[in-house]
């Protein structure tokens, strides 16, 4: 007889977090579960509180251990960005004319997320070959990875963990600011106006297919804005794009990717985040995993999309685009109430949380800007059909 699961209970106290021993191999085997991680997406954990753009090895997604000696329930993560004034030519004086330095940041939130199973009555032990406690370390730890993989699309559709913002009345949704829809071989900003048809989701069709004009396009965008590309310690560097396997079937049927990719492959890179792409065009490593969302996942503000179900939203990534901050490492907790020995149950819990790198300037604004991700629409329906 299996207990009854559990899932978010938030910690309302916001109280700081007690530094709790962490269990290093039930950690591990959650990180090896990690879709995301397996595709070399997460960046080496830092272990302080500096600013992003101080890491050496550019990942997608850059992990925080440590939220500093005091705990606490969040980290800020701050950027100077670069000098952009013309400056002085000449004889002419520079005292008074002195460039303003422009810092900009944003925070990462925390929150823990908790499951538990187990056996009721010694016999359910009995009945079965496998060692129950094992068992149930793999299915928490199984559960826990699914989450944590998760967590990253909800930061990137959505700006925060789901988990985060269930327990922050504080937080809520927010679109992405670099939301692009395709309309055949053009693409469009979310919202704006093309020839008086408003282009949202509710404008794509059949023949706004996922192409290589999208990964072009998606080129286009990184170099055109200074997106950096995600580079690894052997040199390697290029944007990443995730694609949902209908996007990716799309794809395998234009002329164009078959031939690019017929004679150059990625496979000999030693790094994940190349060698197990799909492949790549123009500059941008393709990888795929079901875990895109379609617009009816995602809270997008139109009401209603007949075609919801078949628009699918490809993201692409450029160095930093998320920051995950771990509060607690992932640890199984033995229930205490066990009825005389007849319970064996564990629970599994971690604080942690993603934030998406949306930027904010420390001159008072309240405008964000994103200068390492963006979301693509397409129409992307399943092929196959079932009758």
């Known amino acids: 007889m299996a207990l009854n699961s559990y899932d978010t209970l938030g910690s309302a106290s916001r109280q700081a977090l007690s530094r709790r021993a962490w269990s ?3 950690h591990k085997k959650v990180q090896d579960k990690l879709v995301l991680k397996k595709m070399g997406f997460i960046g080496p954990d830092q272990g302080d509180e500096d600013g992003i753009e101080d890491v050496n090895a550019y990942y997608p997604i850059i992990q925080k251990t440590e939220l500093g000696k005091d705990g606490g329930d969040r980290i800020t993560l701050p950027m100077l960005n670069q000098l952009s004034g013309a ?5 002419n004086a520079l005292k008074g004319s002195e460039e303003q330095m422009n810092f900009q940041s944003f925070d990462v939130y925390i929150e823990m997320l908790r499951n538990a199973t187990g056996f009721t009555y010694k016999m359910s032990k009995n009945r079965n070959k496998f060692h129950a406690k094992n ?3 793999d299915l928490l730890a199984d559960w826990m990875a699914q989450k944590m993989d998760n967590s990253f699309f909800d930061a990137m559709y959505r700006g925060y963990s789901a988990h985060v913002i269930a327990n922050y009345t504080a937080l809520s949704a927010v679109a992405h600011p670099n939301l692009f829809i395709q309309d055949g071989a053009n693409f469009f900003a979310y919202g704006v106006s093309n020839g008086g048809t408003v282009m949202d989701y509710r404008s794509l069709t059949s023949s706004d297919s996922f192409s290589t004009a999208t990964l072009e396009a998606m080129a286009t965008w990184a170099e055109d804005n200074n997106i950096n590309p995600c580079r690894m310690d052997n040199g390697e560097e290029g944007i990443i794009a995730i694609v949902h396997p209908y996007q990716l079937q799309q794809l395998r049927q234009d002329a164009d990717w078959v031939a690019s990719n017929r004679l150059a492959g990625v496979r000999g890179m030693e790094n994940a985040i190349f060698s197990r792409a799909e492949g790549m065009y123009a500059g941008v490593y393709v990888h795929t995993t079901k875990k895109v969302e379609s617009v ?25 685009s998320i920051a995950r901050a ?13 009825d005389y020995g007849q319970i064996e149950a564990y629970g599994m819990d971690s604080i942690w949380g993603d934030s998406r790198a949306d930027w904010v300037s420390d001159d ?23 009758t």
Do not use: F
Not at 364 to 386: D, E, F, M
């Open 24 to 26: 290093d191999i039930l």
């Open 87 to 91: 400056g002085i030519s000449g004889n």
């Open 135 to 137: 068992k149930i370390s």
């Open 296 to 320: 009816t996942d995602e809270t997008d503000g139109v009401t209603s999309v007949a075609n919801g179900a078949s628009v699918r939203l490809a993201v692409c990534l450029g160095a930093h």
């Open 326 to 338: 771990l509060g607690q490492k992932p640890e199984m907790v033995k229930r205490d109430d066990t």
């Open 364 to 386: 008072g604004s309240s405008t964000k800007t994103n200068q390492s991700s963006s979301v693509w629409g397409t129409y992307s329906a399943n092929p196959i059909t079932l």
